[in-house]
């Protein structure tokens, strides 16, 4: 593990996104500090601001590439980090992409007869869609049949938009309901520690329950981040 590493992230304290990383890194890569910068412009300011070359400095920042605001903080991040040999950024759409990505994000949320796979039909055919063009390097999202039927209101979204809208239409009512400012349970604890939990809710997991450190490594290695935190030279402990 590389000693004196920092995580830079845009998300706010108590976010969904922060509460991700933060639970992710503390199993995985526990001697990598993750710090808020409460918004990408901010972050892009700390990024200027780096003179020292002994840390290095791992940046989160939401690639929403259709987005023109995005798009102009990111190429001043880049101009910034030129040069700056112990900053490296992932390259990543938003942390909603994430979890949209994740191999198995539907075989956990449901159980296998469970009503929500017909009742949300179309959000997971939606999700299906986008995933795998997005993959194949095709960002054209919009063309595509699921992602209209799905979104009635796709010309005035963006890629973060549409993820975070998304992931919380497949989540919601569920242990891992994810919102902006709510991370569920089922992502940051161990099966079953919802508190909430009621006795009519049964996920995917209800059967091989997972601590709180397998779903995370089920997690980094069942999307795009294992490659990238890789590139980034981190490894995960033991």
């Excluded at 055919?125 to 595509?144: E, Q």
């Excluded at 009635?152 to 919601?172: C, F, M, P, S, V």
Aim: hydrophobic residues 35%; aromatic residues 10%.
């Amino acid at each position: 593990m590389l000693s004196g590493t920092c995580l830079w992230i845009e998300d706010r304290k108590g976010k969904a996104g922060y509460m991700f990383w933060k639970t992710l890194m503390a199993q995985l890569c526990p001697d990598v500090f993750v710090e808020s910068k409460k918004n990408n412009s901010e972050l892009v300011k700390a990024v200027k601001a780096v003179t020292d070359k002994e840390k290095k400095y791992i940046i989160v920042f939401d690639n929403s590439f259709d987005n023109l605001q995005v798009y102009k903080e990111r190429r001043r991040l880049m101009q910034y980090a030129e040069g700056k040999s112990n900053i490296l950024i992932l390259e990543i759409i938003c942390f909603e992409y994430i979890l949209l990505e994740f191999d198995k994000l539907i075989d956990w949320i449901y159980a296998p007869d469970d009503e929500f796979l017909t009742k949300r039909a179309d959000a997971i055919r939606a999700r299906k869609s986008l995933v795998k063009t997005i993959r194949s390097g095709d960002l054209n999202y919009k063309t595509l049949r699921e992602i209209v039927e799905y979104d009635g209101n796709l010309k005035n979204h963006n890629i973060e938009q549409l993820a975070a809208r998304l992931l919380y239409d497949l989540t919601r009512n569920t242990g891992f309901e994810v919102s902006k400012g709510k991370l569920g349970d089922c992502w940051t604890k161990s099966c079953c520690d919802w508190k909430d939990r009621q006795e009519h809710d049964i996920c995917g997991l209800d059967i091989e329950r997972l601590p709180l450190s397998d779903k995370m490594r089920s997690i980094f290695y069942g999307i795009s981040l294992h490659n990238e935190l890789t590139r980034a030279g981190l490894e995960v402990s033991d």
